[in-house]
């Protein structure tokens, strides 16, 4: 039986998928303050370019959390695996353009 995501009581993040080839994946994600992704498991290494200055919220599994200050083209990347909700913890509305690698070449 698959796990059932909580009851969401905050409004979703907006996901704007601008290229998606057999190399990567590029969404805009938009946030209006309070606005979540709701809980996700990164399956691809992926790269974060904030296009807004901003503060996250991050909910991480086993009920912990974590804050993240976003500037605006101060680019961070993370390993696939990851699993969280990510919530716009700031007053205003913010984005970020995520970049998965579908495959790695070596």
Same mark, same amino acid.
């Given at each position: 039986? @698959?796990?059932? #995501? *909580?009851?969401?009581?905050?409004? *979703?993040?907006? *996901? $704007? !998928? ?6 990567? @994946?590029? $969404? ?5 303050? %309070?606005? #979540? ?7 691809? !290494?992926?790269?974060? !370019?904030?296009?807004t200055?901003? $503060? =996250? +919220? =991050?909910? +991480?599994?086993? %009920?912990?959390?974590? $804050?993240? #200050?976003?500037?605006?083209? /101060?680019?961070?990347?993370? /390993?696939?695996?990851?699993e969280h909700?990510? !919530? ?6 913010l ?5 998965e +690698?579908?495959? +790695? #070449? %070596?």
């Open positions: 039986m @698959r796990e059932r #995501e *909580p009851f969401r009581c905050r409004p *979703p993040a907006v *996901p $704007t !998928v601008q290229s998606d080839d057999a190399h990567v @994946r590029v $969404t805009r994600w938009d946030f209006e303050p %309070g606005a #979540e992704t709701g809980w996700h498991r990164h399956g691809m !290494v992926y790269v974060v !370019v904030p296009v200055d901003g $503060t =996250l +919220l =991050l909910e +991480l599994p086993g %009920g912990a959390t974590a $804050t993240a #200050e976003l500037k605006a083209g /101060a680019s961070y990347a993370r /390993a696939a695996g990851v909700n990510v !919530v716009n913890a700031g007053a205003a509305p984005a970020f353009v995520e970049v +690698l579908k495959h +790695l #070449e %070596g």
